[in-house]
């Protein structure tokens, strides 16, 4: 089967403006997660669904951040009135389970830049 | 607050030589450690998931090894290869299912 995919590879926004960024993961994988790597920085992990379910949102920048995933599938990371410290590549990644004992699987990721 | 370190930081080895490095996490709270390599315009790839004090694995030339109590993990590659080129990363899991992730260490193989 297919790999962890990510849309769109490359977004370049204007400030104030919304993006929306798309992971699917791997088929019959239930534990989905997604990072960012800023300029210069580590990746840093953001959020981890388990099924649909997202138990720990603090790890979203800020309040302009969300996330949600359906049908236990398709994510959405959802970034408000976008600013420029927001540009980043997003990465998004999905395991057999959330217990963390299982290896995750990353997607392309998609890289974001805000003017 | 929480800390996962990596060194060296960047690393030249010669082609066919061993090497290893290091990354350090808080020895409290430890639930996981994952090592992955990120190659350059390429996703990171899980090279080993770690769990128990003194767990050694092996995937090939590379081999990675745990110390809970100490707070460390080691990755050795044994007789480096071009292909081994690459950012290694570790990503400590604490019990409160919180991810950091070390800087990285940037291995340049040298022909």
Same mark, same amino acid.
């Given at each position: 089967?297919?790999?962890?995919?990510?849309?769109?590879?490359?977004?370049?926004?204007?400030?104030?403006?919304?993006?929306?960024?798309?992971?699917?993961?791997?088929?019959?994988?239930?534990?989905?997660?997604?990072?960012?790597?800023?300029?210069?920085?580590?990746?840093?992990?953001?959020?981890?669904?388990?099924?649909?379910?997202?138990?720990?949102?603090?790890?979203?920048?800020?309040?302009?951040?969300?996330?949600?995933?359906?049908?236990?599938?398709?994510?959405?990371?959802?970034? $408000?009135?976008?600013? $420029?410290?927001?540009?980043?590549?997003?990465?998004?990644?999905?395991?057999?389970?959330?217990?963390?004992?299982?290896?995750?699987?990353?997607?392309?990721?998609?890289?974001?830049?805000?003017? | 607050?929480?800390?996962?370190?990596?060194?060296?930081? %960047?690393?030249?080895?010669?082609?066919?030589?061993?090497?290893?490095?290091?990354? %350090?996490?808080? %020895? =409290?709270?430890?639930?996981?450690?994952?090592?992955?390599?990120?190659?350059?315009?390429? %996703?990171?790839?899980?090279?080993?998931?770690?769990?128990?004090? +003194?767990?050694?694995?092996?995937?090939?030339?590379?081999?990675?090894?745990?110390?809970?109590?100490?707070?460390? =993990?080691?990755?050795?590659?044994?007789?480096?290869?071009?292909?081994? =080129?690459?950012?290694?990363?570790?990503?400590?899991?604490?019990?409160?299912?919180?991810?950091?992730? +070390?800087? +990285?260490?940037?291995?340049?193989?040298?022909?």
């Amino acid at each position: 089967g297919a790999g962890v995919s990510q849309s769109p590879s490359n977004k370049v926004t204007e400030k104030g403006k919304d993006v929306e960024l798309r992971c699917d993961p791997i088929s019959g994988h239930t534990a989905l997660y997604w990072y960012r790597q800023s300029l210069g920085q580590g990746l840093e992990f953001l959020i981890y669904f388990q099924g649909n379910s997202a138990p720990d949102k603090s790890g979203l920048p800020s309040d302009r951040f969300s996330a949600e995933r359906t049908g236990g599938s398709v994510s959405t990371l959802t970034i $408000q009135r976008t600013q $420029q410290e927001d540009s980043a590549v997003y990465l998004c990644a999905s395991s057999l389970a959330r217990t963390f004992y299982n290896e995750q699987f990353f997607g392309p990721g998609t890289r974001l830049t805000v003017l | 607050i929480l800390n996962v370190e990596q060194s060296p930081q %960047s690393l030249h080895v010669q082609e066919g030589d061993s090497t290893n490095f290091t990354c %350090s996490f808080p %020895s =409290s709270n430890f639930y996981a450690l994952h090592w992955y390599r990120w190659e350059t315009a390429k %996703s990171p790839e899980a090279l080993f998931v770690m769990t128990l004090n +003194g767990d050694e694995k092996k995937k090939g030339r590379i081999s990675a090894t745990l110390n809970t109590k100490e707070g460390y =993990s080691y990755l050795y590659i044994k007789g480096s290869q071009p292909e081994d =080129s690459a950012t290694y990363l570790c990503a400590f899991i604490g019990v409160d299912d919180k991810i950091i992730f +070390g800087k +990285g260490t940037r291995l340049h193989i040298l022909p």
